[in-house]
């Protein structure tokens, strides 16, 4: 007698185990295939049965469909729906209560067409319902007990392997959902990225003949034509600098694609070399450059025309974003093994919340609707990229609206 309750202990406690195992597993196993799998084998041997088996809801052709089984070919058994009225299975499904039948062929509940199909004779069967929180995702079915009866324990055991399934079920699930969404987002963003190359390099040829006939017109004695011509040239080599904008982000984009040539320059000439492009912008606003570094040169290692090009960025948004008359200041020192140059304007500033938000592709912190600002968005993604592909960093520094900005360049000394 003590023996047999020994050894009863012995079989629950065995039992808890592969119960607690299984939940380690399931926590682990992202795959829905493989979880459902490994959840009818345990409960196959858990409740000492001929075959376990898990029906699962569709929602777009509603019914109970076999997504897992052990103890005949799952393949097969998918094929065949059963129906949420007239089965057993169904029953547990609507009604959210376990059966324990150890009668089955006599039950006019039973869908025998499954078994007819499969050449499966279902005697004994117990079912729980499979719950996400007050939902019912599906049943879990524990078929044929080979040894004896099956049990209100046998339930309990099943109810908690049910509920382990449960949850793994819906966390692949989402996980699923989550990864399909991912999916769209990065062949979206791819379609956008050859969309910008494709736009960018078509443009190039008529803007390149445009800018070619107006600089061969503005020579023109007539001095209206000039004058027209004249325009003409703005114009387009404005739009240039935004095709060039966006040929530089594809690049950026394609790993690989932008070649880095370092060598030892002074920092005090690439600021200079990249202020020469913005003088007539900021000439035409009344603001002035200020330049706040020494005269003896401070040496990094860079490549001296891709940083030039990331400054032209920083030193065209302090125009662009500050009011007229007002000073912009560019500065350099060095900062231990680097140098630290900046690009400091009194102008509409920056929130806090959106300093690095604004180096992302084609961020605005103004409604694109309302906005007082041109701009593609993408001058600070390109610096940043430039910046960081020599090694260098970059980030925003302001107080909040109408406080000014100052972006700051850390690049290696030479
Ligand atoms: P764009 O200027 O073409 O919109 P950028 O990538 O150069 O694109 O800048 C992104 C956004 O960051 C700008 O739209 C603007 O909202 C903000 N920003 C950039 N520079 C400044 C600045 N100096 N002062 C205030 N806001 C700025």
Not at 68 to 82: H, M, Q, R, Y
């Given at each position: ?38 959840v009818t084998t345990t ?42 009225e007239g089965s057993l ?326």
């Open positions: 007698m003590l023996t047999n309750n020994v050894q009863d202990l012995e079989q629950r406690i065995e039992k808890l185990k592969r119960l607690v195992e299984l939940s380690v597993t399931l926590n682990s196993t992202i795959d829905l295939d493989s979880l459902l799998n490994l409960a196959t041997g858990l409740l000492s049965c001929e075959a376990a088996s898990i029906l699962l809801y569709d929602e777009k052709n509603p019914g109970l469909y076999f997504a897992a089984a052990t103890g005949s070919d799952p393949a097969k058994l998918a094929e065949v729906p059963v129906p949420i299975a169904g029953t547990i499904f609507r009604t959210n209560h376990s059966m324990i039948l150890n009668n089955v062929e006599k039950d006019p509940r039973h869908y025998s067409l499954v078994g007819e199909l499969i050449h499966f004779h279902v005697q004994s069967l117990i079912g729980v319902p499979m719950l996400i929180q007050d939902r019912v995702i599906g049943v879990l079915e524990a078929i044929n007990k080979t040894d004896a009866e099956f049990t209100v324990e046998d339930e309990t055991m099943l109810l908690v392997t049910a509920s382990h399934a449960a949850t793994a079920i819906n966390n692949a699930r989402l996980l699923k959902t989550a990864q399909e969404a991912l999916q769209k987002v990065k062949e979206a963003d791819q379609r956008k990225s050859n969309f910008l190359a494709l736009a960018s390099h078509e443009l190039r040829t008529p803007l390149g003949i445009i800018i070619g006939y107006a600089s061969f017109l503005r020579e023109d004695p007539k001095a209206e034509t000039s004058e027209h011509a004249r325009h003409v040239l703005d114009a387009a080599l404005q739009m240039r600098s935004l095709v060039e904008d966006m040929t530089n982000l594809t690049m950026l984009e394609t790993e690989g694609l932008i070649l880095i040539k370092a060598q030892d320059v002074a920092i005090q000439n690439i600021l200079k070399s990249a202020c020469t492009e913005i003088y007539e912008i900021a000439g035409a606003k009344g603001q002035k450059v200020v330049f706040a570094f020494p005269e003896k040169p401070i040496m990094v290692h860079v490549d001296s025309n891709k940083m030039a090009e990331a400054f032209v960025n920083l030193c065209n948004n302090a125009v662009h974003y500050s009011p007229q008359g007002i000073d912009i200041t560019v500065g350099a020192t060095i900062l231990g093994d680097h140098v630290l140059a900046w690009v400091q304007d009194q102008g509409i500033g920056i929130p806090k919340d959106k300093l690095k938000v604004i180096f992302e592709g084609f961020y605005q912190t103004e409604d694109p609707i309302t906005r007082r600002h041109g701009g593609l968005g993408i001058g600070l993604t390109i610096a940043k990229g430039l910046i960081e592909a020599q090694g260098g960093k970059v980030w925003a520094e302001s107080e909040g609206k109408d406080k000014g900005s100052t972006f700051k360049v850390l690049m290696p000394k030479a």
